[in-house]
């Protein structure tokens, strides 16, 4: 049974998976959830996920919601190394998802509320939200510009997972104006994935198609 992956191609959770899964050659089948319809509300979704979020991983009676834990758990079907090629690495892979999940993308998601979902609500953003997002963004980007400064991944020398988490918030940066230009080996280092994996860049261009579409047909530029 092929493996279902519920989720909205404007997301860029789903792109996270749907990139995992292209590189380690998992064959998933998309179930189209639209998120600017609501469709992740209905009585339906929620009995795969009560939070009303996708991604959504069905395989056969395995149900996973979680992006990073959807594909810890691909990479462990599928053997893969982007889990980490040693105890070691592995570690330090989930180390950096973790940290990613508490200290990086919950920035980016929120920001994207204020700057992008509300201007769709037409909601004007909250400068002090705002300033406190870009605060703690900047915090944890130095942070990541240090760490790369001497590295071309994450963990070890190959793309692993920490790296496709912790790119996630680039998905909407044009969007969100999210402040990464200011850190050169952040930057240096999300060109050369969509340079050099083929599936990133791929899955970067599937995002925004569906975003310009969206935000195009609700008279939002950016």
Partial sequence: ??????????????????????????????????????ESHTPAFLKLNPHGLTPVLQDGDTIIWEASAINIYLAEKAGSALLGKSANDRYQVLQWMF????????????????????????????????????????????????????????????????????????????????????????????ERLLETVPAWADTRRDLDDRMDTFLSANGVTF
Avoid at 5 to 27: E, N, P, Q
Wanted: glycine share 6%.
């Fill in 99 to 190: 940290w990613s999940g508490e200290q990086w993308r919950v920035f980016a998601t929120l920001l994207f509320n204020e700057r992008v979902a509300g201007r769709v609500m037409g909601q004007a953003e909250d400068p002090s939200i705002v300033n406190l997002l870009l605060k703690n963004m900047r915090a944890a980007a130095s942070v990541l510009d240090a760490h790369l400064a001497s590295r071309r991944f994450i963990v070890g020398d190959e793309l692993t997972l920490a790296d496709i988490d912790i790119a996630a918030p680039f998905s909407q940066v044009f969007r969100t104006k999210a402040p990464f230009v200011e850190f050169p080996n952040l930057w240096a280092w999300q």
């Fill in 1 to 38: 049974m092929t493996i279902q992956i519920h989720g909205d191609l404007g997301s860029g959770s789903f792109r996270r998976v749907a990139t995992a899964a292209k590189i380690m050659g998992v064959d998933i089948e998309h179930i189209n959830v639209d998120l600017f319809k609501g």
